[in-house]
């Protein structure tokens, strides 16, 4: 029998992120564990092209059954965490291992291969945007500008520091991806990659969540 894939919860007050602990870029939301598990499911059809290409094929059936190992609790009190407001913000406890060469290796290439689909999506996506809640009234390249500046700061929580590049400078957007990914592939240790950053596998897995998710949103709002 397949293995189950393990995923984690992170609540939010009024959201619910589960996110694939192995699998970077591939966590959904919603309003109930229910919700967010069924979200993760529908996409694994969209996340397995990313895997692929990273040369790390998603099973068959990785979205057939799921082992929810660690539930991450929203803030106390009335306080609202990133959850809510649409970001996965907190790693999971399995995130503390250390990483062996491939391990770090393996993650670098899905969080390239998540960029190199944004890439695709963009190259095809009309300029002009659908409006609707989806991303609201921002078009293509604004979009594409986001994500590049989320990215430069991102990047700072691995030692990483990177002026946000423009959407037209390929030099710098390479330049800033390249630092990204030798940090990530060079990374060993179970703590952060600079002092008050991010773990290793949290940070691949939050910068490939969101190229990818603004990736299918381009897509979506390109039909």
Known sequence: MPKPTQVYFQLGRSRVFACAVEWPGWCRRGKTEEDA??????????????????????????ADSFDVVERIDAPPGDSYSG????????????DLR????????????IVEASWRKLDDVVAHAPAELRKGPRGGGRDRDKVYAHVFGAEAAYGRKIGVRHKQPSVDDAAAIAALRADIAAALISAR????????????????RRI???????????EDRSE
Do not use: M
């Open 83 to 94: 959850v809510d407001f649409g970001t996965i913000d907190a790693p999971c406890q399995l």
């Open 208 to 218: 490939a969540w969101h190229v990818l998710d603004h990736a299918w949103e381009i």
């Open 98 to 109: 250390p990483l062996t060469a491939a391990r770090a290796k393996r993650l670098a290439s």
């Open 189 to 204: 240790a179970r703590e952060p990659l600079t002092e008050n950053g991010w773990l290793p596998r949290y940070a691949a």
């Open 37 to 62: 598990l069924e979200a993760l499911a529908e996409y694994a059809a969209r996340y397995a092209p990313v895997a692929a290409d990273a040369g790390e094929p998603l099973p068959s059936a990785a």
